[in-house]
């Protein structure tokens, strides 16, 4: 334990969340694409299931 370092292990972290809600976006923007319709930040949000800050 006491090479645990809790700064870099709070930044992978913050960098795995980033990449799986990159994918999350990206597979919801595909989705509307798919269905045709409109692409804005809403529709993203709401598709992807993630929260619009």
Do not use: P, W
Not at 19 to 37: D, M, N, S
């Amino acid at each position: 334990m006491s090479d645990y370092n809790r700064v870099e292990h709070l930044k992978e972290l913050h960098s795995n969340c980033k990449a799986i809600t990159q994918e999350r976006v990206y597979k919801a923007i595909q989705r509307l694409i798919k269905a045709q319709k409109s692409i804005n930040f809403n529709s993203v949000a709401s598709e992807s299931g993630g929260l619009k800050i």
